[in-house]
């Protein structure tokens, strides 16, 4: 894949990985409206996706997955090999951050 094409996907699975994230993050019953963002903002940063791999490819991935076998096959990518890895690190941040507000 060239660098025009990489982008281009990445544009789409970009796209794709906010409509998952955001339809993802409104099903969790513990994240308040006002933490919405938050959440979002560390789902779909390329702070987060460098764990996985060069951001730009990470995305490129889910926009191939998207543009040969559909929406569902895309959410299901992200599904078996993005959202484990951000839960993971979420938890662990949570622990954190409780831990650093029961030191004060």
Request: proline share 2%.
């Amino acid at each position: 894949m060239d660098e025009s094409e990489k982008r281009q996907k990445a544009w789409v699975g970009d796209a794709v990985l906010a409509l998952y994230a955001r339809e993802w993050i409104l099903k969790q019953s513990d994240t308040s409206a006002g933490n919405r963002i938050d959440v979002f903002t560390g789902m779909t940063s390329n702070r987060f996706l460098a764990c996985l791999g060069e951001p730009t490819l990470v995305e490129a991935k889910i926009g191939h997955v998207y543009e040969n076998e559909g929406l569902e096959k895309a959410y299901s990518y992200i599904d078996e090999e993005i959202l484990p890895v951000f839960k993971k690190q979420r938890r662990n941040w949570l622990k954190s951050a409780k831990s650093y507000r029961d030191r004060k």
